[in-house]
């Protein structure tokens, strides 16, 4: 079946470091991916998204490329803030019909 | 326009006692689902529904746990029996449609805690 795996945190930065958060999926067909932020106390936000091989998502300054080659999603960011010190999940979706599947998320904590 | 509306933020029950949770999804949305979070776990799907029916109940506990969708109404999430490891988070996401690239409008969710 579908499934999504994406690197354990906590990832802890330094204010302005740069940002790499892995994930890699399993999935038949074409699925879409989608990266996911959970702030504390908050449901999930709608990061970024690509829909098919080679569409890179883009949103407030975080970007990811979708690589079926290598079935990536790595989400990165160049300058980390503060207030990017959140939750972030990485998701799958397959055929029509079929609910989203999220990994595990990643713990983000950025320090000034 | 509002978005994904869950009630209540916060739930305590105690052991035995019955859980109600209410979704109601963005306006225009026809399809619900239900995740759990837990701990160190992450994000699990429970059910999938649209108006009426349940079309994947796939991650639903066998026992004690139930999902309706009517006609007219929230989604309710039921949990019968409560026990101390049903603690978690329960959100409620919404979409438009069913197609592979639509992402889904999350609720803010509800926060039930077993004593």
């Known amino acids: 079946g579908n499934s999504v795996t994406q690197m354990e945190g906590p990832v802890t930065l330094s204010e302005e470091a740069f940002l790499t958060i892995n994930c890699t999926y399993t999935?038949?067909?074409?699925?879409?991916l989608f990266w996911y932020v959970q702030y504390p106390g908050e449901g999930l936000q709608l990061l970024l998204k690509a829909t098919k091989a080679d569409d890179k998502g883009s949103n407030k300054g975080f970007e990811a490329t979708y690589r079926k080659e290598t079935t990536s999603f790595h989400l990165e960011k160049g300058s980390v803030q503060v207030s990017d010190s959140a939750v972030y999940f990485c998701a799958l979706k397959g055929q029509a019909g079929t609910a989203l599947i999220f990994g595990k998320g990643t713990t983000l904590s950025v320090s000034s | 326009n509002a978005g994904v509306m869950q009630n209540p933020r916060h739930l305590v029950r105690r052991r035995g006692q019955e859980a109600r949770l209410r979704c109601s999804p963005m306006?225009?949305?026809?399809?619900v689902y239900w995740y759990r979070q837990l701990p160190e776990e992450g994000l699990k799907f429970m059910v999938y529904l649209q108006k009426e029916n349940i079309i994947d109940e796939s991650g639903m506990p066998k026992e004690r746990f139930s999902a309706e969708f009517p006609k007219e109404g929230p989604s309710i999430l039921r949990i019968q029996q409560v026990v101390r490891g049903d603690s978690a988070a329960y959100f409620c996401?919404?979409?438009?449609?069913?197609?592979?690239?639509?992402?889904?409008?999350f609720g803010s969710g509800t926060r039930l805690t077993v004593v």
């Open positions: 996401a919404s979409s438009q449609a069913t197609e592979t690239n639509y992402g889904y409008t």
């Open positions: 306006k225009g949305h026809s399809h």
């Open positions: 999935a038949t067909g074409y699925p879409s």
